[in-house]
């Protein structure tokens, strides 16, 4: 029985390595070709556009698709300070760990390369975005800050760009196509003289998910999927027009939601939430991670369909997910089928969500 | 027309609007129900039925909760700007409601085992407010007069709210989001097996203000007279202090923080009613306190298929404007 148990712990424990591996493995594939320049073919946020001395990146408005800001960046090895969960992930994608200069904080990162590095003083905490430091950026010496982008501007913007430290706000969130949302890769290979690999591993991504999609694009049951959850009175579910939107319709999905416009997310009641849902077969990200945590924190869930059998959340470790699902796109849409589609068994294991038992 | 006919018509007056008020508030909504699923919803409960879990578990919390927040924090509002002498104390002088705020705080933004363990957000502020509750009341039992308790509460709030706002410097965005959601009160939290159990404590706080209605009326001619006038001033304000703390963390505890309300509602009725009769305040507060959150809560609800407003945002803009109004109207 004690020997069954381990060995179970020991299947798991490899199991669950070699998933984790997952996201770079691409990095091995010799099958893509050199390239000249960096195309950007997908995300509609940003662009590159080839100079003499580098790029010239531009930064649109995700609300009106104007151009928000031009900045001019070298392609070669910057100091960066990183406050978005999802750059961090793209920097470990491409193994650009050792240029990172500063990070938010330790408690939301989960690659263990750069949490070794903030243990040894070799990346610097910064903390929150609205809270930061001015001083202790200029002391840092980094030139450039990569962060969500969630305010209007960063505090103390206009000084910092005096002292030639660029600004950059990653509006991947923002993105309508998972692939857009990963595309967002170039620009950090780019900014860290990682470009090769940062293009190289975008293709296998773009492959990765194809191949998934063609798995499903022939689907005609298409179970019926509500997403996110409820804070204070209000549930935010994605966007018709989102990336994660996009990602249920490619999983062969029939999200609720998925006439509404804009790709920020949607508010509702749990009125209107009760209304629309009571039949739902799917909960997808249901925020919390226990039946327990569900029922202190929103009571009413327990009427809905979905909640009895079929919710689902991130699996284990928030920080793994916010961290690595962003550049992981194809790996997001194979959970999904495996999730609302068992039956094309694309793989075992689930490798970001869990359901809620 | 005298006073008291009149107060006599104004309380008639604010007595029918609770009923149609509160059938407007029942029928407004993403969806329109039947009388039949009302109560079929209350005594034959489907499961299966949205309509029936949408009355069941939203509509009549949440009007059970405008009714009881809005006259729980109207009477403790009135009873401390009585014990005071001091049209600006309300429900939240003593650092009551802060002591909720301190402890679901606590819960949502450290990591300590005892705060974040299954006790949740309601348990925590009904924990905070009688707690400090208690606390107030040793303090009152050091102090001579009421001026020096309400310094002391003041400064205690003023403690924990930097206290607090500590706390909320050094948490991050998701816990910052949890507990500022909370802070801007809400009816919904309540689910419909809640409600027994509030509505009693309700009722017995509120009936425990009209026991005192004699020493209240009394404490209008100041602190000194009172007692000169046989009030027992130290049994008096126990019993004020044990009302407003049960009261105050009731609301708190399933709503959040509601403002305004315990400030504004006893100040207009002095206005309306003209009278320093506290039973007749009394009741005036309380059906009062509970039209004025009906009213703010069917706003929201009428707004709610296209934005979101919390309970708190209407209640400071409802109420500041109605307050200046009837100032300039009546007391120029």
């Known amino acids: ?357 | 027309m005298g006073i008291v006919k009149t107060n006599t018509i104004l309380l008639f007056g604010l007595l029918i609007s609770i009923p149609i008020l509160s059938i407007v508030h029942l029928s407004i909504g993403q969806i329109d129900i039947s009388t039949q699923e009302f109560w079929q919803s209350i005594f034959n409960f489907n499961e299966n039925s949205a309509n029936e879990i949408i009355i069941r578990e939203i509509r009549i919390p949440r009007l059970m909760m405008a009714l009881i927040a809005g006259a729980s924090l109207s009477v403790v509002g009135l009873l401390m700007q009585t014990l005071f002498n001091n049209p600006l104390a309300g429900p939240y002088v003593l650092g009551i409601n802060s002591g909720s705020s301190l402890f679901v705080a606590l819960s949502i933004m450290t990591g300590i085992p005892f705060f974040t363990s299954d006790f949740g957000i309601i348990t925590n502020a009904l924990i905070g407010a009688f707690l400090f509750g208690l606390v107030i009341l040793f303090f009152s039992k050091l102090v001579r007069t009421q001026i020096a308790l309400l310094l002391v509460g003041l400064m205690l709030g003023s403690f924990i709210s930097a206290f607090v706002s500590f706390l909320q410097s050094a948490s991050n965005a998701q816990e910052l989001k949890v507990f500022t959601l909370w802070a801007l009160g809400s009816l919904q939290k309540v689910e419909f097996s809640q409600l027994p159990i509030i509505i009693i404590v309700a009722v017995i706080g509120i009936l425990a203000a009209f026991l005192i209605v004699k020493p209240l009326n009394v404490l209008v001619l100041g602190e000194q007279e009172a007692k000169l006038l046989g009030v027992n001033m130290k049994r008096t304000r126990v019993i004020i202090i044990v009302i407003t703390a049960i009261l105050t963390g009731l609301v708190t505890a399933f709503c959040g923080p509601i403002a305004f309300v315990g400030l504004a509602v006893p100040n207009l009725v002095r206005i309306l009613f003209k009278t320093q009769q506290h039973f007749t305040l009394l009741i005036a507060s309380l059906l009062f306190g509970a039209i004025f959150i009906l009213i703010c809560d069917i706003l929201i609800q009428l707004v709610e298929p296209h934005f979101m407003l919390p309970i708190n945002v209407l209640t400071s803009i409802i109420g500041a404007p109605m307050v200046i109004f009837f100032i300039l109207n009546r007391l120029r």
């Open chain 1, 1 to 357: 029985m004690l020997l069954s148990k381990i060995l179970l712990l020991l299947s798991a424990t490899l199991i669950l390595f070699s998933c984790e591996r997952e996201p770079t493995d691409c990095c091995n594939d010799n099958t893509t070709a050199l390239f000249e320049s960096t195309s950007i073919d997908y995300a509609s946020n940003f662009d590159l556009v080839k100079t003499n001395i580098g790029y010239s990146l531009k930064i649109l408005n995700p609300e009106n698709g104007e151009l928000e800001k031009t900045i001019s960046i070298k392609t070669e090895k910057n100091k960066i300070i990183s406050l978005s969960a999802t750059v961090n992930g793209m920097i470990s994608n491409i193994n650009a760990q050792k240029f990172l200069a500063g990070v938010g904080n330790r408690n939301y990162i989960y690659d263990s390369i750069i949490l070794n590095r903030i243990l040894n003083n070799e990346i610097l905490e910064f903390g929150d975005e609205m809270n930061i430091s001015t001083e202790k950026i200029i002391s840092s010496s980094a030139n450039i800050i990569l962060y969500s982008g969630f305010g209007n501007e960063f505090p103390n913007e206009s000084k910092l760009n005096k002292l030639n430290i660029n600004i950059i706000p990653i509006y991947d969130w923002r993105e309508q196509h998972p692939l857009g949302k990963a595309e967002w890769i170039k620009l950090i290979g780019v900014l860290m003289g990682k470009e090769k690999e940062a293009n190289t591993y975008f293709d296998y991504v773009v492959r990765e998910y194809e191949k998934i999609l063609s798995a499903t694009d022939t689907l005609s049951n298409l179970p019926s999927v509500l997403s996110g959850s409820l804070y204070g009175d209000i549930w935010y579910a994605p966007g018709g027009n989102g990336y994660f939107s996009t990602l249920l319709k490619d999983a062969g999905a029939n999200y609720i939601y998925s006439a509404t416009k804009g790709t920020a997310s949607q508010e509702y009641s749990m009125e209107k939430i009760l209304k629309d849902n009571l039949s739902t077969d799917y909960w997808i990200n249901s925020g919390l991670s226990t039946k327990a945590a569900i029922n202190n924190g929103n009571p009413k869930a327990k009427y809905l369909k979905a909640y009895k059998s079929s919710t689902y959340c991130y699996s284990g470790n928030l920080n793994k997910f916010w961290e690595q699902s962003a550049s992981a796109p194809h790996i997001v849409l194979r959970d999904l089928v495996q999730i609302l589609h068992p039956e094309i068994m694309l793989s075992k294991e689930l490798y970001f969500y869990k359901r809620i038992e």
